[in-house]
């Protein structure tokens, strides 16, 4: 609080968090015992840039169906609508399933005012059933500096199960034939599972005593919960 002959000393000031948009300014006032100048003013200026944001999605997967190994991506659209570089902190997926989603695109960080970009998030079902899941976008936006999207998508998977009219397992008894005469068993085809199941091939190899008649047409899907 005092300045020895020939000595100085420094004031530091700093212009932190402004909460207005805009100029911004103060004063600095300091009274002394000095004669001749004893009263100095230091007038101080700044101007407040805030960053905001504005989100094109509030949910993602919606009804959304995709087979167990594959996967689909859709984009949450961002845009700077704040007058200050928009800075993204982190961009994560929590919930109970997270591992069915990851971020496959960030965007431009940061993203100066005025620009759009978007975020990608890829679903890649490992279950079947709708995994929980959500990503939790941070920024520096004054308006919404964090943000959570819901995300819906579910996991399907075909499924196959074969019932023979008589046998076991996946074997089918005929029994004892006589010779010259025929007889037809058959074996039901079940679908219990959440995507339609598709026939890509059919055929029979072996004694040519046997022979079946093949599925055709629309036959050749089971719908999920139908049996052929």
Avoid: W
């Avoid at 190994?69 to 928009?86: C, E, K, N, R």
């Amino acid at each position: 609080d005092t300045i020895p002959v020939g000595g100085s000393r420094q004031y530091c000031f700093q212009f932190v968090a402004p909460n207005t948009l805009g100029g911004r300014s103060a004063t600095f006032t300091l009274y002394t015992n000095g004669r001749d100048s004893g009263v100095q003013a230091v007038s101080m200026t700044g101007i407040a840039i805030l960053p905001g944001v504005q989100y094109g999605a509030t949910s993602l997967f919606h009804h959304i169906f995709v087979k167990l190994g594959d996967s689909l991506t859709q984009y949450i659209p961002v845009s700077s609508t704040g007058a200050g570089p928009l800075t993204f902190n982190s961009i994560d997926v929590i919930g109970l399933n997270p591992e069915n989603y990851y971020v496959s695109h960030f965007p431009q960080n940061p993203l100066l005012p005025g620009m759009a970009d978007s975020i990608g998030i890829t679903f890649k079902p490992d279950m079947e059933g709708r995994p929980d899941a959500s990503v939790v976008i941070n920024t520096n936006a004054l308006n919404i500096p964090t943000n959570t999207i819901p995300m819906f998508g579910v996991g399907i998977l075909p499924r196959l199960v074969v019932t023979p009219s008589y046998g076991t397992g996946n074997t089918l008894t005929f029994g004892s034939v006589a010779f010259g005469d025929s007889v037809c068993e058959t074996i039901s085809l079940t679908n219990p599972g959440s995507d339609t199941l598709r026939f890509t091939h059919q055929f029979l190899e072996g004694d040519p005593d046997f022979t079946f008649h093949p599925l055709m047409g629309t036959d050749t899907m089971i719908l999920p919960g139908q049996s052929k």
